[in-house]
Every structure is written in C-alpha cells, then in structure tokens.
C-alpha cells in the first residue's frame, strides 16, 4: 500500500559553509524539511508506516501523545486527516486559554484533542485503558517505535557511499534508530540530544535496533540542549538568523537549530576526521517557529 503525505521528490541536498573558520570537511544538508509543510521531515518517515498499518488493519482511528507544541501531534493530525483516518491527540497539561499554534492547527485538521493533567499524562497504559473498548490504532508519544525507525531507515536512500558521517538531532531516537540501521558499514551516525538529563535515551534507542545494529558506529552527544527541551536563550535564535544569513537554510529552535549549532562546535573541537564528508539531517519541524514573537527570525 502507497501513501502519499508527501513529495519526497521535493527532497534536495544542499551543500553549506559553517560560519567559523572553515575546515577541509565537506558539510551538506538533506532537506526533509521540503516534503510537505506539515507532515514534515522525520515525521512523515516515523508514521507511514504506523497509517498503512493502522489502514490495513482496518483501523479508522488513530490516537496519539504529545505536548502542546508537539511537531508530531501535528503532523499525525494532518497525515491521518489526508489518507482518512480519524485522530485523537492526548495532550500533556490542562487546556491552555491560549492554544498553541500547533494545538489550533492540530484540531483544523480535524484532530480531537484530549488534555490530560501531567501527573496522569505519565501513565499511558492508564490512559489507553480508558479507551479499552474503542477501536483506537494507538502511536507512542514522539512517534517512538520500530515501526517509526523502520520508516526512518528510508531516509538513507538520499545518503550515498561518499558520505562518512550522519548526523541528527534526537528526541526520542527513533530516528537516529533508523539511521543507525540503515548506515553503511563504513559511516558513522552521530546524535545531537535536545534534552537535558536524558539519561536512558541511548538505551531508548538501542531498544529500536536490531540485535546486529548495536555493534554499529554511532555515538549520542550531550551538552548541546541550550538549557533543555524548546528552550531557546538569544543565542540560539542569533545563530539560526546568522545561519540563514549564511546558508539560506531555516532551522527550527527545538531540533535542527541546535543540530547545526553542535555540528559547527564538534567541527572546530575536530571531533570529525579532516577527510570527513559530513550530512546533516534537517528533520523539519518549521511549523514549531511560529510559538516565537513575528520578528524575531528572518525567515
Ligand atoms: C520530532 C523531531 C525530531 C526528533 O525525532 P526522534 O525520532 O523523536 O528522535 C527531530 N527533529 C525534528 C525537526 C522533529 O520534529
């Protein structure tokens, strides 16, 4: 079964210059981020799999988690919406006065939302109990599966022999799951975490590999949060306006900001090899911008 949420044909790689003083690496990035608006970058890869499932199954609901400025509870509502399916989103925290961009745009596709307390919101069994006699195709939060690292394996169809390093942001890990399994021998997949303290993520993620996957060559790398989860001091938002000045590359402020921002520090610290050819992962995420002020990005 075929589903089409998007045009991976849109996908383009870009090669770009860091700020700092150059190095010998060859950087490019793979825009995921133009398969479509919503269901963007990784996103569309972690679900499609999970619809064609929940479709051949004969599923005609879908229900999920997330925060309210999840770019997954979004993107699931506008890819269930578009190949059919119902959705429901079970939000963390009581409903907010003022909804998030993401929220307002979730429940335009159609997506019923549910708000649930945070101390509840950490029990999903006790959730999905609740709802034991629906017919519900449940996601994880964050989209976190094999069946999501399977549909991010595809991203390196786009990445070719030459390449000796991926690198991407984390969140959860399915994608660098994914890219994990789906590296050649010879490449390295390096995790740049959004998260502070995120202390099982390397075992979250290892969970999603096969057995054979967990020799492979791939390191998580800590430190590069700005303070942690969608936290985004000055800084940050300075270095995604210098690095569009730059590149013409957008970024988004919780994801592929701070990816590019680590990448160019792990360059100048020669944490890659001089004769390194190096992608970066530009996962999407773009539709998370608009929770900043108008003005404050250039793009
Ligand atoms: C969701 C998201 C991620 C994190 O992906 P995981 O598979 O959860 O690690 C990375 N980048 C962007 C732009 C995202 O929206």
Redesign the pocket.
């Known amino acids: 079964m075929q589903l089409n949420l998007g045009d991976k044909h849109k996908v383009f790689i870009q090669n770009i210059q860091f700020l700092s003083p150059v190095s010998p690496h060859k950087t490019d990035i793979l825009r995921l981020d133009a398969i479509h608006p919503i269901i ?4 569309f890869f ?1 679900l499609k799999y999970h619809l064609i499932k929940a479709k051949q199954e004969g599923f005609d609901t879908v229900a999920t988690f997330g925060g309210a400025y999840s ?2 509870i979004v993107a699931s509502a506008c890819a269930c919406k578009t190949v059919g399916l119902k959705s429901i989103g079970i939000i963390r925290g009581e409903e907010p006065t003022n909804k998030s961009n993401s929220l307002l745009q979730s429940a335009s596709f159609g997506m019923q939302l549910i708000y649930v307390s945070r101390l509840d919101f950490k029990d999903k069994e006790a959730i999905k109990a609740k709802y034991e006699n629906e017919k519900y195709y449940w996601i994880n939060e ?3 599966s094999r069946l ?1 690292a399977e549909g ?1 394996k595809d991203i390196c169809s786009w990445i070719d022999e030459s390449y000796t390093d991926i690198v ?9 799951a994914g890219l994990v399994a789906g590296a050649m021998p010879h490449q390295k997949v390096t995790g740049i975490s ?1 998260l502070k303290g995120a202390t099982n993520l390397k075992q979250d993620m290892q969970a999603l590999l096969r057995p054979s996957d967990v020799q492979k060559n791939y390191e998580l790398i800590d430190g590069y949060h700005f303070g942690g989860y969608a936290k985004h001091p000055k800084e940050l938002i300075d270095y995604m306006n210098d690095f569009y000045k730059t590149t013409n590359v957008p970024t ?1 402020l ?3 900001a701070k990816l590019c921002y680590a990448v160019e520090d792990l360059l100048m610290k020669n944490y890659f090899n001089p004769n390194s050819k190096i992608m970066l992962i530009h ?3 773009l539709q ?1 911008n608009t929770s900043l002020p108008t003005g404050t990005l250039l793009f």
Do not use: L, P
């Open positions: 963007s970058g990784n996103k972690k770019n997954h964050g989209g976190y999501g991010a991407c942001a984390v969140g959860t890990g399915t994608m660098m959004v988004d919780v994801y592929t996962s999407g995420g998370g």
